[in-house]
C-alpha cells in the first residue's frame, strides 16, 4: 500500500534490484526456447498485472484492461504492416493511442462505482473483443485473426530475431515498468491511491480529485497495457480477438489477486507463482484446470489477502498471545 | 421489411428469454443475498442439464418430474458450495469472483472428466409447431417459456408470502437490520444461495432439450443473465423479466440486420447505455 | 464575513431537508449551528462542502461562489471538514493520514513522483514536519506511527481534526466534534477551538452538548425541520422562545 516517503528507499529499491538480477540471470542459465518463451510470457504478464494493480490500487478493478493491451497490439500492427513504421515507433504509438482511447472510456465507466464500475468495464471489453472479432475484417482480420506480423526491426546495429534478443526487449521493458510503478506506489501517489480506496469520499473532501486521480491510473495503467500490446503482437506475430477476450483478463485478474492487490509487490509473486504453477500442471490436461480452480479456491479461503501477505499473516500467527495451562503443584511435569 | 418477419422475429428472441430470466433471478437473488457476483452460476446451470439428460434421456424420468429432480438437486448443491465457500466471503466482491472463477473451473473440468467432453442430445419432450396469424412457434419453446412463468411466478409468491423468503428479501435490503431482528443470516444465506443455484438448474433442465448439453454449455446464458440483470437492475425480480424480454426483442430484431454472431455485441452496448444512463437499472431500486 | 449561505435548499424526494436558508459565518470566529435531531444541519454541512447539490439558493466563500463545485475544489478554496461519523484512513498510520490532508500543500505531481526529483524530496520532507508539529500540537506526537484504525476514540477524533487543519484550511467545519469525549477531552477539544480562533482560523461545528456550545461559540444558528429559527449570541439563543419550544418538543437528546 502507499506510504511516505519516510520508509527507507532500500526495500523497493533491493526489491526492483532483485527482479532486475533474476532477469538478467536467466538467459546465463538456459538458452532453452521453451524456458525463454515462458519468461518472456511471465514478464509480459507482469508489466500487465502491475499496471491492473495500479487500478486496483485505487479501488477499481478494470475489466477492459486487457482491451488495451488489444488496442495497443492492433496498432501496432497494422502500422507496422499497412503503413510501413518500425516497430521502434509503434511501440511508442500503439501504447499512446491506448492511452489516448483510455480518456474517453475511463471517463465513462467512472461515471459509476464498485461492482458497476467493475461490470460496465467488462462490457466495454466485449464491445471491443466484439468489434476486432466481427468488424472491419479487411483491418483486423475477423475470426481467422490477424497474421504476418513482423518481429521488430534492427535498432542501433542489433537484430531482434531470436527469442534471446526479444526475451532482453521485454526484460528491459519489465524492469522499467516495475521501477515506475513501485516508485509511484512508494510515493505520494501510492498514499492518495490507498486512501482513495479506503475512503474516496474522506479523500475527496481533503482535496483529492478522486475522479482525476482514479482517471489518470485509468490512462497510465492503459499505456503500459498498450506496451505490452505492441510487444505482444510482434513477439508473438498472429493476433486474434480471443487474445484480449475474457479468459486471459481473467487470468491477470487471478495473478493480481493471489499475489495480494494490497502491495505493490502481489502481482510479482502472484504472476510469477501461478505462470510456474500453471506450466507445471499442463502435464495434467484436464485435471489442470481442476487443480488450478482448486488452488484459487484454496489461497482466497486460506489467504484472501494474497500469497504477499502470508509472511506477515505467519508471522502473527507465531506471535499470538498463548494460553499456558496452570502449573500443576508438585512435580513439574509439564501437562 | 413485412411486419410479419419484424414480429416473427421478436418472438424467436423471446422464446427463449423467459428461460434465460430464470438464470438471471437466480443471479440476481444471490448478488441481492450476499453481496458477490457468482461467476459459477453458470455451472449449476450445466449441472441441471446433466441431470436431465441421465435421468430424462437416458433413465426414462417423466420430463417434469426430471426437471424437479433436477431443481431439487442443483439447489442443494448450491446450498453445499455456499457453506463450504462462500459464507465468509459475503460482501467481499473481488475475492468471491476469484473463488467462484476457482468453482467455475473445478465444475467444468470435473464435468469433462466425470461426464465426458462430447455434447450429449436430450430428446425434445414436445414436438410440432403453433401457427397463428401468419406466425410460427415451436411447441417446445412455448413449454419452455411457460415453464419458466409458472418457476418465476413461484419465485415470487415464495419470496412475497413465505417466511424464509420474507427473511431474505429482508437480508437483501439491510443486513444489519435483518440481523438485529434475530434473523438467522447464516440460513438465509445458503437458502438464498441454494435457491439462486436451483432456478439455474431448472433453467438447464428447459434448455436442454433445445440445445445439447455439454461442460461448456453455462457460458453463453450466464453471460446473458449478466446483461440482463444489468439492464433491469440488481436485485429486481420484474426488472429481470423486463431484461429478459428487452434482451430477447433486440436480439431477435437485431438477427435481421446483422449475423448471429455480431448480434452478441447489441447485448453488451445495452449494458453500456444502461450503466450510463440508470445506472441502477430501468427497475432497479435502492 | 467568510461564509454566505444565500437562501439555500435542499430537498430529497417529498422530504425538505434544508428550506430557504440564510446565515453568514464571521472570519476568526467559532459559529455554532444547532437543533433537534433531523433538523438538517449535516445536510447543511453536505451542502457547504460540495458532497450534495443544492436545489436552489448559492454559497459563497469569501465572496465567491462555492455551490456546484465539486468537494475537492471547495477544499481548494480553503473549507475542510469532519465527518460525524469519525471518518479516516484506518488502515494507515496516524501520520500517513495527515500526510494525506497535506495533499492540496504538498502534491508535487506525477512526474517528480516518479523521477524521485529533489523537489519532491523536499516537498515530502516539508510535509513530514508539519504533519508532526500539526499532531504534536493536538497532543497525538506519541501515536504518529499507531495504525489509525486501533487508536482510542478521543484520539480518532484528534486525528479527524488534524487531517482537516492540515490542509490549511481558513473554515473547518466539524461535525460533532465532542460526540462520545469525556468532561475532561471535552474540555481539551474546546481549548483547542479557542487555540484555532487565535490563529486566525474561522470554526463552524454541529454540537448536541449544549453548556460546550454556548461556552465555545461566538454566534450560534438555530434549525429545526430544515428551517433557520434562531441566530445570535449564546444568551440570546438560550432565552429565545422559539428555540425553547423546538427543544422542548423533542426528547433531551444525550449531551
Known amino acids: 500500500m502507499g506510504s511516505s516517503v519516510e520508509r527507507s528507499a532500500a526495500a523497493p529499491a533491493a526489491g526492483v534490484a532483485l527482479i532486475a538480477a533474476a532477469a538478467a540471470v536467466l538467459p546465463l542459465l538456459t538458452r532453452d526456447s521453451y524456458y525463454l518463451d515462458v519468461a518472456t510470457t511471465i514478464l509480459m504478464n507482469l508489466t500487465l498485472t502491475m499496471s491492473f494493480r495500479l487500478q486496483v490500487s485505487t479501488g477499481q478493478i478494470n475489466m477492459a484492461h486487457i482491451s488495451f493491451m488489444g488496442i495497443g497490439a492492433y496498432a501496432s ?36 462505482s464498485g461492482p458497476y464500475y467493475f461490470l460496465i ?29 513482423p518481429k521488430p526491426g534492427r535498432l542501433l546495429g542489433v537484430t531482434f530475431d531470436s527469442k534471446l534478443a526479444l526475451y532482453w526487449l521485454m526484460a528491459v521493458i519489465s524492469v522499467v515498468v516495475v521501477l515506475a510503478f513501485v516508485r509511484l506506489d512508494y510515493s505520494r501517489f501510492g498514499l492518495t491511491a490507498g486512501a482513495i480506496r479506503q475512503a474516496d469520499l474522506v479523500a475527496e473532501t481533503l482535496g483529492v480529485n478522486v475522479f482525476r486521480y482514479k482517471l489518470t491510473t485509468f490512462v497510465l495503467g492503459s499505456f503500459v497495457a498498450g506496451l505490452a500490446g505492441v510487444f505482444f503482437a510482434h513477439y508473438r506475430q498472429v493476433l486474434h480477438s480471443s487474445d484480449f477476450g475474457l479468459e486471459p483478463m481473467v487470468l491477470l485478474v487471478v495473478f493480481a489477486v493471489i499475489g495480494g492487490t494490497g502491495s505493490v509487490w502481489g502481482p510479482v509473486v502472484g ?17 489442470e ?27 502473527r500467527f507465531l506471535r499470538r498471545p498463548r494460553r499456558r495451562a496452570p502449573a500443576p503443584t508438585g512435580a513439574g511435569l509439564a501437562p | ?58 433413465f426414462g424420468l417423466n420430463y417434469f418430474a426430471t426437471l424437479v429432480l433436477a431443481i431439487v438437486t442443483v439447489g442443494l448443491a448450491g446450498v453445499v458450495a455456499e457453506r463450504l465457500i462462500f459464507h465468509d466471503l459475503r460482501g467481499k466482491a473481488l475475492n468471491a469472483f476469484i473463488v467462484s472463477l476457482g468453482l467455475l473451473w473445478v465444475m467444468q473440468a470435473g464435468a469433462q472428466l466425470g461426464f465426458g467432453v462430447l455434447d450429449k442430445p436430450v430428446p425434445s419432450a414436445f414436438s410440432g409447431v403453433v401457427r397463428l396469424f401468419g406466425l410460427v412457434m415451436s411447441v417446445e419453446r412455448i413449454v419452455v417459456s411457460l415453464t419458466a412463468i409458472v418457476l418465476i411466478v413461484g419465485l415470487y409468491l415464495f419470496l412475497r408470502l413465505s417466511r424464509p423468503g420474507r427473511a431474505m428479501r429482508e437480508v437483501a435490503q439491510d443486513p444489519d437490520a435483518a440481523a438485529l431482528q434475530g434473523v438467522n443470516i447464516d440460513a438465509v444465506s445458503a437458502l438464498g444461495f441454494g435457491v439462486g443455484c436451483a432456478l439455474a438448474g431448472g433453467a438447464g433442465g428447459l434448455l436442454a432439450p433445445l440445445f445439447a448439453v455439454s461442460p461448456a454449455m453455462g457460458a453463453l446464458p450466464v453471460v446473458k443473465a449478466f446483461i440482463i440483470i444489468i439492464v433491469g437492475g440488481m436485485g429486481s ?30 447485448g453488451f452496448l445495452m449494458v453500456i447505455v444502461v450503466l450510463l444512463v440508470r445506472p441502477r437499472g430501468l427497475v432497479g431500486g435502492a | 464575513m467568510l461564509l454566505e449561505l444565500r437562501s439555500v435548499s435542499r430537498r430529497f424526494g417529498g422530504l425538505q431537508a434544508v428550506a430557504d436558508l440564510t446565515m453568514t459565518v464571521a472570519s476568526g470566529s467559532i459559529h455554532g449551528l444547532i437543533g433537534p435531531n433531523g433538523a438538517g444541519k449535516s445536510t447543511v454541512f453536505n451542502l457547504i462542502t460540495g458532497v450534495i447539490p443544492l436545489t ?12 456546484g463545485l465539486r468537494p475537492s475544489d471547495v477544499c481548494r478554496r480553503g473549507v475542510a471538514r469532519t465527518f460525524q461519523a ?14 494525506v490532508g497535506a495533499h492540496l500543500l504538498a502534491a508535487p505531481g506525477l512526474v517528480p513522483a516518479l523521477a524521485w526529483s529533489g523537489a519532491y524530496r523536499e516537498c515530502e520532507r516539508r510535509a513530514h514536519e508539519r504533519g508532526r508539529a500539526l499532531l504534536a500540537s493536538l497532543g497525538l506526537g506519541a501515536v504518529a506511527s499507531q495504525v489509525a484504525g486501533q487508536l482510542p476514540h478521543r484520539d480518532q477524533k484528534a486525528l479527524a481534526l488534524a487531517m482537516a487543519l492540515a490542509t490549511g484550511a481558513e473554515l473547518v467545519i466539524l461535525d460533532e466534534p465532542l460526540a462520545g469525549l469525556a468532561d475532561q477531552e471535552k474540555a481539551e477539544t474546546t481549548a483547542v477551538l479557542r487555540r484555532l480562533r487565535e490563529q486566525g482560523i474561522t470554526v463552524l461545528l454541529v454540537e448536541h452538548d449544549m453548556r460546550a456550545v454556548m461556552g465555545v461559540c461566538d454566534i450560534v444558528t438555530v434549525l429545526d425541520h430544515g428551517v433557520r429559527i434562531a441566530e445570535g449570541t449564546p444568551r440570546e439563543i438560550q432565552t429565545n422562545a422559539a428555540v425553547i419550544e423546538a427543544y422542548l418538543g423533542v426528547e433531551e437528546p444525550g449531551a
Open chain 2, 1 to 58: 421489411m413485412s411486419i410479419e418477419l419484424l414480429v416473427q422475429a421478436l418472438l424467436n428472441g423471446f422464446g427463449l428469454a423467459m428461460a434465460y430470466v430464470l438464470v438471471a433471478l437466480g443471479l440476481t437473488l444471490i448478488f441481492s443475498i450476499l453481496e458477490i457476483i457468482n461467476f459459477a452460476h453458470g455451472e449449476f446451470y450445466m449441472l441441471g442439464g446433466y441431470v436431465t439428460y441421465y435421468v430424462y434421456a437416458l
Open chain 1, 271 to 287: 504472476t510469477i507463482v501461478m505462470t510456474l504453477a500453471s506450466e507445471l500442471l499442463r502435464e495434467l490436461h484436464h485435471y
Open chain 3, 56 to 67: 436552489a439558493g448559492e454559497i459563497l466563500f469569501k465572496r465567491e461562489r462555492i455551490s
Open chain 3, 86 to 99: 469519525t471518518a479516516l484512513f484506518r488502515e494507515y498510520t496516524v501520520l500517513q493520514n495527515v500526510l
Open chain 1, 121 to 149: 468495464t467488462f462490457a466495454f471489453s466485449e464491445v471491443v473483443r466484439l468489434f476486432f472479432n466481427n468488424f472491419f475484417e479487411g483491418l483486423f482480420g475477423g475470426p481467422s485473426g490477424l497474421v504476418g506480423i
Open chain 2, 237 to 266: 425480480l420484474p426488472g429481470a423479466v423486463l431484461g429478459g424480454l428487452l434482451l430477447g426483442g433486440v436480439e431477435g430484431l437485431g438477427t435481421l440486420f446483422m449475423g448471429s454472431a455480431a448480434v452478441n455485441i447489441l
Open chain 1, 289 to 315: 484446470i481442476l487443480v488450478f480452480g482448486a488452488v484459487l479456491i484454496l489461497t482466497m479461503l486460506f489467504a484472501p489477502e494474497g500469497l504477499v501477505a502470508l509472511p506477515g499473516a505467519v508471522r
Open chain 1, 77 to 112: 500492427a497494422l502500422l507496422v504492416t499497412r503503413a510501413g513504421l518500425s516497430f521502434w515507433a509503434t511501440l511508442w504509438i500503439g501504447a499512446l493511442v491506448a492511452a489516448f482511447l483510455a480518456v474517453p472510456i475511463g471517463s465513462v465507466a467512472l461515471r459509476v
